[in-house]
């Protein structure tokens, strides 16, 4: 066989992998930006260290628990501040399984935080890191492809209220020659909300997510979390839009949540979603809720300053 058609057959078979992989394996990302409410880092580094005191999070996520190898996940996330509260440092990771395919990230995020009156705080922040995926390029020796990663964002604060505005990931990324934009996600967040007393033992906290990317329809999440007497909370949060433009597609995302303080450094919460299905899953019938367990912890002998 000629062996430049040998090599054109071979980047042929190459692109079509690189479209069948990357759409399910790069939506594995999006596990921690899912979970922006727990942890706002994760979306947008300008929040790294808004709570002054060290905070880390765990979670585990798993997908439909009567399927065999069904997708589940594992993150991490830590947050504090240095310097009397000027920097913020953190760290996420990520492991990620859906079906036989098993994805990994890490990534360090860092926030500037000034006071710009008496009463807001703007943090302004940057994160980076990798992301290794189960995607075998025939032309290299490796089994992985590697992706780096880098976003930023800003955060406006006050005691009630928190405004902010993300690109948490801005590099183009390539398979190969060939860019792969089409299904590497790069989402524009900009996110509302704010924390208020009704009463002395009942505490609400709003929020409402704007999410804008390529080829993809405006997408608002909008939510609510109450806490009573600072020991439980419970809440939801409801998808509106986000489908691709290009055809119709319904989006049906409904997450409840409750929370409980186990104690003063220990917090414990469930989550339950749901929404659409993998094309892998499709012709499954049962139950396709998303569940979630999470673990907070804080080290400070003061607990938690802030829900």
Not at 106 to 114: C, D, I, P, W
Not at 238 to 258: E, M, T
Not at 274 to 300: C, D, W
Request: net charge positive.
């Amino acid at each position: 066989m000629n062996t430049q058609l040998f090599r054109i057959r071979l980047n042929v078979c190459l692109l079509l992998l690189a479209a069948a992989s990357f759409q399910p394996l790069l939506a594995q990302r999006e596990v921690l930006y899912e979970q922006y409410v727990q942890s706002p880092m994760t979306i947008n580094p300008g929040f790294t260290g808004v709570r002054e005191t060290f905070n880390m999070t765990a979670m585990f996520r798993r997908k439909w628990f009567n399927i065999q190898n069904s997708p589940s996940s594992q993150t991490f996330t830590a947050d504090g501040t240095v310097a009397n509260g000027k920097f913020g440092i953190g760290f996420m990771a990520l492991n990620d399984q859906t079906s036989f395919f098993t994805t990994t990230g890490f990534s360090g995020s860092f926030a500037y935080h000034l006071g710009i009156s008496d009463n807001w705080k703007l943090g302004l922040g940057a994160q980076g890191g990798i992301n290794v995926l189960p995607v075998v390029d025939l032309s290299s020796p490796r089994n992985n492809t590697v992706l780096g990663s880098f976003g930023i964002g800003a955060w406006l604060r006050s005691d009630r209220l928190y405004f902010g505005i993300s690109k948490p990931e801005l590099l183009t990324q390539n398979f190969g020659n060939q860019a792969i934009t089409s299904v590497y996600r790069r989402p524009l967040y900009i996110m509302a909300g704010g924390s208020y007393y009704l009463n002395d033992d009942l505490m609400i906290l709003p929020h409402v997510l704007f999410v804008q990317e390529k080829d993809h329809a405006l997408r608002f999440d909008l939510g609510s979390r109450f806490w009573f007497n600072e020991k439980v909370g419970i809440g939801a949060s409801y998808r509106i839009g986000g489908g691709y433009q290009s055809f119709s597609q319904k989006v049906d995302y409904l997450q409840i949540s409750a929370e409980v303080q186990a104690g003063k450094n220990i917090r414990l919460g469930y989550f339950y979603s749901t929404r659409q299905v993998e094309q892998l899953y499709a012709n499954y019938s049962g139950p396709k809720g998303i569940h979630e367990l999470m673990l907070k912890f804080v080290p400070s002998p003061n607990g938690f300053q802030k829900n």
